[in-house]
């Protein structure tokens, strides 16, 4: 009797348990494509705001007008800082930063001012417009310097720290052509008091005359063209 009683037991626990699983199976199988399709939706969302990071028309436009290798030629004005006036020479490379949203500046020349060495960075945003933060080596830190378009003109201005002084700078960008632009450097105690302190010419520098091979950069010194106009991020001499 103990050995029926057992075996029946077990018998109804084992339908217990039989009738505890098998409505699971169903509903578990009901879970795994909505779980994929949830997978799937974190994963389009993942690509959609991957796509949104991309160059701005701003930004576009910029590389379009500066992008490239250059020849610099430096035209200091008679100033406090420089009293005989001045010239130099130099070159700059102008080359796409990361995804096309800014672009990176290398800076060289030796003139009256002795040896100069500088780089930068702009991009661009709704808020502030374009900004420029600029480094190089003729004072500790850098400057942070604000754009906007004035007409066929890109203006930047800032302030730099003189001692107990406060410098205020105009930088102005004009004249574009296919082969080069003009850069205005204005500097005075305050925006009624900005004088002219040098003038920098840009010409595209041919290819051939670099006497390197650069990689990512085309006929006369312009970049080849990933698809919105402006040159590779690896555009870098090698």
């Not at 800014?102 to 991009?123: D, P, R």
């Not at 007409?151 to 105009?170: C, I, R």
């Not at 008091?193 to 920098?200: A, D, G, I, S």
């Amino acid at each position: 009797m103990k050995w029926l009683v057992t075996v029946s037991a077990v018998a109804l626990m084992s339908c217990s348990m039989a009738a505890d699983v098998t409505p699971k199976k169903p509903q578990d199988a009901a879970k795994t494509p909505a779980k994929q399709e949830a997978g799937v939706a974190d994963r389009k969302t993942q690509d959609a705001g991957a796509e949104k990071v991309k160059p701005s028309p701003e930004m576009k436009k910029l590389a379009r007008l500066i992008a490239g290798r250059w020849q610099v030629e430096e035209k200091y004005e008679v100033t406090a800082f420089t009293p005989q006036g001045g010239e130099g020479k130099g070159t700059e490379m102008i080359h796409r930063g990361p995804a096309g949203l800014s672009l990176i500046l290398n800076y060289s020349s030796n003139g009256s001012m002795g040896e100069v060495q500088g780089n930068g960075i702009m991009t661009w945003n709704p808020k502030d417009g374009y900004q420029q933060f600029w480094v190089d080596n003729g004072a500790a830190g850098g400057a942070l310097w604000l754009g906007k378009w004035e007409g066929d003109s890109l203006v930047f201005t800032g302030t730099e720290q003189m001692g107990e002084q406060t410098s205020h700078w105009k930088e102005t960008f004009s004249g574009f052509s296919n082969d080069g632009f003009t850069l205005t450097f204005e500097m005075g105690m305050g925006d009624a008091e900005l004088k002219k302190f040098m003038t920098l010419k840009f010409t595209r520098m041919p290819r051939q005359s670099a006497g390197e091979r650069r990689h990512g950069m085309g006929m006369h010194g312009r970049p080849i063209s990933d698809g919105w106009g402006g040159p590779r991020a690896d555009s870098t001499l090698r």
